[in-house]
């Protein structure tokens, strides 16, 4: 993988050249590389051998606390430790003004080595977020202390009856008292309501967690706005601090309702908050506290800052999950050879000549006349055919040097191509035997069979394109090229 980095890095996206800029001028290859080969070292002994365990041994939750293998602990610390969380951000911050694509790079090693075990996704996202729309007061006492991995970040849109529907999010933000508007660390509101799906929502990783919540504050009249235009965003952390930072030791009235169970991802929480519940009661009065970020009505706009951020890594981390897939793939090729090379065999002539597939011919062929003669199916019936004709024709052309190396070079497709003309064949067969099903039987097979020939049927043609002239670039491949 490293090689392959190397090449987009300084072959083709030429991040050499961002050195040019005044901001990037202590960089070169040489500090990239030192950053590449930290992250590396770190993905390798802390994240990688661990990537099995955390999938088997899910968090668990025993009603107080959550617990989490100790292995993500010393994972975190390490992240933490190497600089990434402020790697992008100014040196007055800790930070290393890294240029994205190369922090983006040097995360891409901790997502391939176990996407599942937190790397401070979500807490630089949050962190980040504030630093663009945080007051300068925010921006100290939490964006800070996420970037130096003391305290960790959410994010806490949807809610179990509004998932991707933001419009209908029902979290309350209620003016705290007397003296609300003038708290030095935003405006003062209690939340009240709940978050579901909230990765990192509930941990030891760190001493505190500052959640960013999307909540409606009610009108005059008591209601909620409708839609996306009455959203707020707003700081909530599990333990809350005074406007110098520290904790002053009173949790907050956010409380894990419990875990969701998940197919994958294991190594980090994924929860179900409770905000304003009473289990907790800061102040004496239910009611989770939060501060204002921005103005009222303006949460959704400031949330996509790192909604966009997060779409970006989760991108990068699906993307080197598939890197590992594939070198993991790689390996097994290698490893574990198969098959034999085709003038090593004695091939004996098709069984019964061919029989079971000119049977299959002339069955395509009889429900494609039948067809024919129902005016609503005869498009299909005339699509088939073509396809039909298209596949014979590609059989014919692949065989033409009788060289079984040519012809059997694109078998995949070849496979592909057959298997959607014979599905479109029985999609076919099944419309014209729905002609005297009930109505809604027929109408969900013709459409079921319209679907099948509309979408899937066409993408034969590209396939025996690759066929029909022997394209050779995956028989020529060699060992050494992957």
Known sequence: MRTCLDFLLYDWLKVE???????FEDHGRETFNQVLDTCERIARDKYA???RLVDTQEPHFDGERVTLPQATHEAWAAYAGSGMLAAAQDYELGGMQLPYTVEAAANAFFAKASVSINAGLLTVGNANLLMAHGTPLQQQVFAHREFKGEWAGTMCLSEPQAGSGLADVATRAVPDGEGHADD??????RLFGNKMWISAGEHELTENIVHLVLAKIPGPDGKLLAGTR???????????VNAQGQMTGERNDVALAGLNHKCGWRGTTNTLLNFGEGRWQPGGAAG???YLVGQPGQGLACMF???NEARIAIGMAATMLGMAGYEASLAYAKDRKQGRALNQKDP???????????LLATRINQTIEAALQHADLAAYANGLAQAVQRLGAATKAAWATGQPEDALANATPYLQAAGHVVLAWVWLDLALAASSAPEDRQAGVRAAARYFHVYELPKVYPWLEVVAARESVCRDMQPDWF
């Open 288 to 290: 989770a506290v939060a």
């Open 348 to 358: 004996s002539s098709p069984m019964q000549g061919g029989a079971g597939l000119k």
């Open 305 to 307: 800052h790192m909604m």
């Open 49 to 51: 051998p661990f990537n």
């Open 17 to 23: 050249g961002l050195c040019e800029r005044s901001r």
């Open 230 to 240: 009455g959203i707020s965003l707003f700081i909530c952390p599990k333990h809350l």
């Open 184 to 189: 030095p660390l935003g405006p003062r509101y």
